[in-house]
T-cell receptor, first 114, second 114 residues
Framework: AQSVAQPEDQVNVAEGNPLTVKCTYSVSGNPYLFWYVQYPNRGLQFLLKYITGDNLVKGSYGFEAEFNKSQTSFHLKKPSALVSDSALYFCAVRGNTGGFKTIFGAGTRLFVKA | DAGVIQSPRHEVTEMGQEVTLRCKPISGHDYLFWYRQTMMRGLELLIYFNNNVPIDDSGMPEDRFSAKMPNASFSTLKIQPSEPRDSAVYFC????????????FGDGTRLSIL
């Protein structure tokens, strides 16, 4: 069965510092991995994805994520956090066989303090 | 380029009333998803359609919930009769039929059942 774990409910970081939001996954076959961000009173917005190729993928707003197959992880990173990055972040996985479901993690709330 | 459009944005009604949520997906997208988000349960997939056909409704909580997609540009999620525990934010999302493409979310309907 497919699953996604985001082990931290909340991540606190000071503005200008690097940030990491953790994600591990379980899926049969090769994974399609996604990160989404949700701002208050809005729907989820796509940030970046990993399909194949380079393990480091770059996305919107300066975010990047590192795919690690041996650790089944896909951590979201940003070298220098902004107060405006404060939001709810979701990791998601879709398998390459079977149904078209995307499994979402529980979400990690990021607080960036000025 | 119009995104996924949901209506109404907010709905407040009394227990026992029928509630209908509406969604217009992005033109050309083959898949449509309905999700429910609550603090306690996070983001839950209720049902999804492919080319207007329901594929997986295993997430629909009970018979009080029903969803239809009469054509490629419109879908409804209906709750009859509604109960206070149905209070949540309901999201519609759509995507192309490529596993590597992300879902595009509407801004949701905030439903309150009194």
């Amino acid at each position: 069965a497919q699953s996604v774990a985001q082990p931290e409910d909340q991540v606190n970081v000071a503005e200008g510092n690097p940030l990491t939001v953790k994600c591990t996954y379980s899926v049969s076959g090769n994974p399609y991995l996604f990160w989404y961000v949700q701002y208050p009173n809005r729907g989820l917005q796509f940030l970046l994805k990993y399909i194949t190729g380079d393990n480091l993928v770059k996305g919107s707003y300066g975010f990047e994520a590192e795919f690690n197959k041996s650790q089944t992880s896909f951590h979201l990173k940003k070298p220098s956090a902004l107060v405006s990055d404060s939001a709810l972040y979701f990791c998601a996985v879709r398998g390459n066989t079977g149904g078209f479901k995307t499994i979402f993690g529980a979400g990690t709330r990021l607080f960036v303090k000025a | 380029d119009a995104g996924v459009i949901q209506s109404p944005r907010h709905e407040v009604t009394e227990m026992g009333q029928e509630v209908t949520l509406r969604c217009k997906p992005i033109s050309g997208h083959d898949y449509l998803f309905w999700y429910r988000q609550t603090m306690m349960r996070g983001l839950e997939l209720l049902i999804y359609f492919n080319n207007n056909v329901p594929i997986d409704d295993s997430g629909m909580p009970e018979d009080r919930f029903s969803a239809k997609m009469p054509n490629a540009s419109f879908s409804t999620l209906k709750i009859q009769p509604s109960e206070p525990r149905d209070s949540a934010v309901y999201f519609c999302a759509s995507s192309f039929s490529d596993r590597g493409r992300p879902q595009h979310f509407g801004d949701g309907t905030r439903l309150s059942i009194l």
